[in-house]
Each structure stands twice: as C-alpha cells, then as structure tokens.
C-alpha cells in the first residue's frame, strides 16, 4: 500500500483540454470518490492514474515511484472496468489468473491467490464457468477478483456498478465498503452518482469543466460546499438558490433580504464581497415554521415515507423545495410559511465561491 | 364431423388460413433455384461420370449420362504416370504456408492499424485499401523479375511469397478489431499483457469463427490459384495441382477421360474442405464482401 500523489497533472487532446492542473494527495488505504458530471474528466484522470492515457504535464507518484511513464501493468494499480471486460473465452480461473501469468508469478501461487479471492467474493463455485454463464452481480464479483488476486496499491473502480439493477447496485456498494474494510487498500472509484459517493467515500473529489473544485468528506462536501456548482451537484433535492436583493449586519452576522423575506444568517459578514450575491438554502434546512421568514403556497408535494417535500411558490414567484415531516399533513394549494435554519445557510459571491454559517 | 367442429373450422384465423395456402411465389422461386443449382452441379456431374469411363464411350455419339461400366483406368494412369503426388505436395505444402502466413500477418497488420496509435497508421490502412483495388494480374510482371532476380523462381518460396499479399484478410480483421470494445484490451494492459499477447491470447481467441473462416477461404485461394504458380513453376517436380494438370493434357493429346481425372483429384481437396467448413466458408464470403456474418 501507498499514498497516491498528483502534481499539477494536465491532459489535453490536441487543442481541447479536458484536465487542468490538477493536484490531489490520496492517503494509503484511503476510500477516494471522484464525482462529478458526465464530461468533467473524472474518469480520464482515473485513466491517468492507471496509465491508460497519457499525461501531457505534471507527475503522478504510487508511493516513492513516480509512475506517469510507465506502462499500465507497471504501475501496481488493478483497475475494476465499468463494463467489466472480463476476457470472454476464458473461464472465471483464467480471467483471474491472466494477469498474475504474465509477470511470472509461480502457478501455485496464482492458485493459492485465486483460490483465496474466490472464497472472500463467495464466487468459488463459478471458477469454471465462462463470463457468459454469469449474472451481471456475479460477473462484477469476477472482476473485482481478476483486481484483489494481483494485490495492487491501489484498486481502481470506473462506474463500476452503472451495470447493475438498482437492489443490486445498493448490496454491492455495501460489499464493496466491506471488501474495504476487510483489505484497508486503496481505492478510487469513480462515479456520477452522488448516494454512492456520500456511502462509499472517506473523501469526495468533486470535478467539473476540467478541474476539482472541492476535496472533502461527504459531510463536508454537503455542509460546507466549496463552490456553488458544488452545492447544487451534491445533495437530493437540490440546494435552493435565490438572488440576494439586499445585505446588511446584525451582531457580526450576514442579515440578507431575498424572496421578499429578511433572513438573519449565521454567516460572519465580515469578508463577504460587496457585488452580487446568491442565498442557499438545503431543503432539510427550510422547515414549516409558524411566523417563518417565507411565505408561500403548496404547488406540489412529495412524500417519500419518512420525510415530504414541499414545492413552494414564494411571494416573490420563486420556487424552493422545503422539508416537512414524513406524516405531514398539509395538502397542495395550502399557504405555509417557512423557516431556514440559521447554520444551513450559506451564500455565494459571483464567482460561485461559497461562505458559511460557522 | 360432429355439428361442434363446424363453428370451429369457422373460426380458423385468416392468417393460419393463408399459411396452409400454397405459396405460388414460393414455389416459383424454388423452382427456378434448383434449375440454377442443377445447371451449376452438372459440369462437376460430368467431368465426375467422364473420368469413370472408357475413352471410346466418352467419344461415343450420343448422350450417356451413367458409364456403362465403371472404369478407373484414367485414375490410375494419372496416379502413375504423372507427378501428381508431386503436385499434392506442393499444393498442400504452399497452400497451407500461404495461410499460415496470411492470417498471422494479416491480424499482425490489422491489430496495429486498429488499436495503436502510431503516425502514419491513416496512411498505411489507405496504401492497404489501395492494394485491394489492384488485382493480382496487373502486378505479374513485376512480381515475375523480383523473382527471378532473387533466384526463387522453381521454389517453393518463389510460388508462396507473392501469394502473401492479401488486403482483404487485413480489412475484415480490422473491422473486427475495431468493434471489439477497447476494454478488453485495456484489462489485459492493466494485466501486464505486451501488444502479441493481447492479440494472440485476447482478440484472436475472442472469436475463433473469423480466423477459421478467413484461414479456409485464403487456403481454398491458394490450392486453386493457377495464373502466379504456372509462371513460377516451371519445373514438374516444384509445380502445384491445377499447374500439373495442364501437363496431363500436354503429354497425352486430348484424352477426356484422363483430363477429367485430373480435374476431378485436384479439386477433390477443395470439395472435402467446402463440405467439411461450409458455414465457416460461406461466413467467410460473405464477411469479405463487407455484410456482417
């Protein structure tokens, strides 16, 4: 095991950039998501860092290596493919043992290492069968064992259950945040699916248009976003925004007048720019509340068991979602009034950088 | 019938009626198939019943489509008055190099023009394109000198190396590789696998259909091609078997039942290879003529 370290990596093809320099310290035996919209270059850097596209500036260190001009089979890392790619005309043992072939390792040992990783996925009873013989759960099983038996620095996982229905697609990032735990490896998974990223990550790399723009914990990443795009991309229902008409001081703290209502914040106003600012509110932060600062009407009501969300048409003819119990009892139409809670407020410059409620 | 079954039949669907109608465009057009397949089988028919029979009743007036008796004396003088053993060998020895050759090149080729990234690569698939739109025919000439200048002309390198240049095989190969999802080639990078063993042990046997395929139609090409290997050979002992067979006609004057002989062994071979691989034969033409198999 090793920590992963990228220095100022950037990638272009031709004249379109698609990565820009980009740094990142990845802990040994650390849990890595990179997030991030369709496009934004998480899987190319994933790519890079498994030697499958080049890089055209920086460096990339597995360890005390650095590894950036190696060949892929070099570099110590085993890589988990979104469609799997599992070879079709080998049989579950020779799809696993391929790689272990090639750098000379001793048959008993490929069968010893086979053998083991088999029994931790429970896929003992397929080793003769073919990748066309197997359900989509179990073919995903084959390749994260054709990765464990090369017992790499790192693992890295490329969308790797898109493939699966949706009940297998929770069990297996739950066997998979247990496979972690078990091998306390390395692991980098990419994904544009936010539930997996906040369930699976000990850290989140938030990327879009080429560059991270916050490294965090999921809490971190959902509390205190770094960025707007941040705030909106992470988070379901998405963050409310609402221009800010109005800043003014109360105590030290930000008192910003929006959607027609005055809301007092905890955000310190000191350092908050003069120009144009934008209020977010998370809907789990905007409660029913007798005399709350908004007021509005019901247009639409979600219930999703243990909680409802609330669609409501301010005064000022915005629309923001709200939170309410899970057996609320308010209907569509009803006026309601709202509250936000003062430490899950947060407000953004022009630029799209965040300030936050302490 | 009983008074129930009455309604039933009544209530028989149009469509299962019309299936249990004769099909008159059908049958017109399987008529017209077999006239064509029969007028195709009967030259191979006759030069077969020809061979078996006695010289005076193949110049017998009169159509005689069964020998009266069945004679394999042309068989056995072609067995042992020509070299046609000879011309077996050099056909199968030739024939199965040229294939050899042809297909682990050929997918060499193709690999390298679909999944690296070389300069160059464009330029080299269009110079291959071009090499398609030249037939064999045109390049004789040349091939001819380069041969003899090289001494090889009369030798088995001399019939089999202008033979090795088949751009066909390169650009089905290539259109294979190029939908085969780049994963798998990925996966066997990350596995530590070169460029040969990712085509040996991961494309190639990915699907061994095309290979057999190609390897069947490029060896049924070489054991018939006639036009390079008579200019070539010159010699009986290095010529290969539709070669041999013009000297059987040479030697003896026109003697039907002997020619037809000859025929008949050299394209004996051919037969049992089509028979044995007919599905992989026909993918194999049709693959070549660019429809997906």
């Avoid at chain 1, 934004?40 to 498994?50: Q, V």
């Avoid at chain 1, 048959?107 to 013989?133: F, H, S, W, Y």
């Avoid at chain 2, 033979?163 to 990078?189: G, T």
């Amino acid at each position: 095991m090793a920590d992963i370290v990228l220095s100022e990596v950037s990638k272009s093809y031709g004249a379109v950039s698609v990565l820009e320099r980009v740094s990142m310290h990845i802990k040994s035996g650390e849990f890595i998501v990179f997030l991030g919209p369709s496009g934004c270059g998480k899987s190319t850097l994933l790519r890079m860092i498994a030697g499958l596209e080049e890089v055209n500036d920086g460096e990339i260190r597995i360890g005390e290596r650095r590894v950036d001009q190696l060949p892929p089979g070099q570099r110590g890392v085993a890589m988990v493919f979104q469609n799997y790619a599992l070879y079709p005309h080998m049989t579950v043992r020779e799809n696993m043992s391929f790689g272990l072939q090639n750098v000379g390792t001793d048959k008993a040992e490929i069968g010893r290492r086979v053998d083991e990783a088999a029994r931790m996925l429970e896929i003992t009873a397929l080793l003769e069968r073919r990748p066309a013989q197997l359900s989509g759960g179990q073919r995903q099983r084959v390749a994260i064992g054709r990765a464990i038996v090369r017992e790499p620095a790192a693992f890295l996982l490329d969308e790797p259950l898109s493939n699966l229905d949706a009940s297998l697609r929770v069990r297996t990032r739950v066997e998979l945040a247990q496979l972690h735990q078990r091998l306390k490896t390395t692991m980098i998974f990419v994904t544009h699916d936010q539930i997996e990223a906040m369930t699976l990550a000990d850290r989140i790399v938030v990327m879009n248009n080429r560059k991270i723009e916050q490294i965090g914990t999921p809490m971190e990443v959902y509390s205190r976003p770094a960025s707007r795009f941040v705030a909106a991309f992470v988070g379901s229902p998405a963050m409310n925004f609402m221009p800010v008409t109005a800043l003014a001081e109360q105590n030290g703290r930000a008192v910003v007048t929006t959607g027609g209502s005055v809301i007092v914040t905890n955000i310190a106003s000191a350092g908050l720019p003069s120009g144009e600012l934008t209020f977010g509110v998370r809907p789990d932060a905007l409660r029913v509340a007798p005399n709350g600062s908004f007021s509005g009407t019901i247009e639409l009501i979600e219930r999703l068991g243990d909680r409802t969300l609330l669609h409501v048409r301010l005064l000022d003819g915005s629309l923001v979602v709200a939170e309410d119990v899970g057996k609320s009892q308010l209907q569509t139409g009803s006026p309601v009034s709202l509250a936000a809670d003062g430490d899950g407020t947060h407000l953004f410059d022009a630029a799209g950088v965040a300030y936050h409620a302490d | 019938m009983s008074a129930d079954a009455i309604p039933q039949s009544r209530a028989i669907p149009d469509r299962v009626r019309r299936d249990r109608a004769i099909d008159v465009g059908g049958l017109i057009l399987s008529a017209i198939t077999i006239v064509f397949a029969l007028a195709a089988f009967f030259p191979i028919y006759w030069a077969v019943i020809t061979s078996f029979k006695s010289e005076s009743e193949v110049i017998a007036s009169g159509l005689s489509l069964w020998p009266k008796r069945l004679n394999i004396e042309a068989y056995q003088h072609i067995w042992n008055n020509t070299r046609i053993g000879y011309w077996y060998i050099n056909s199968l020895v030739t024939s199965a190099l040229i294939t050899a050759i042809v297909i682990v090149s050929s997918a060499g080729c193709a690999y390298a023009l679909s999944q690296l990234d070389f300069p160059g690569r464009r330029v080299i698939y269009v110079l291959i394109l071009a090499c398609f739109m030249v037939p064999m025919q045109a390049l004789i000439v040349n091939h001819f000198v380069l041969m003899a200048q090289f001494k090889l002309l009369n030798t088995w390198p001399g019939i089999i190396l202008p033979q090795l240049i088949v751009p066909v095989v390169i650009i089905v190969y290539k259109q294979f590789f190029d939908s085969v999802p780049k994963e798998y080639r990925e996966a066997a990078q990350m596995d530590s696998a070169g460029p040969f063993k990712i085509l040996f042990r991961i494309y190639l046997p990915m699907n061994w259909g095309i290979t057999s395929a190609l390897a069947i139609i490029t060896f049924i090409g070489a054991w018939n091609a006639f036009l390079w290997p008579f200019l070539a050979a010159t010699g009986e002992a290095t010529m290969t078997v539709p070669v041999g067979i013009t000297q059987v006609k040479d030697a003896y004057g026109i003697v039907y039942a002997r020619l037809m002989a000859s025929a008949v062994m050299a394209g004996l071979p051919v037969a049992v290879v089509y028979l044995l691989f007919q599905r992989r034969v026909t993918q194999a033409i049709m693959l070549s003529a660019g429809v997906k198999g």
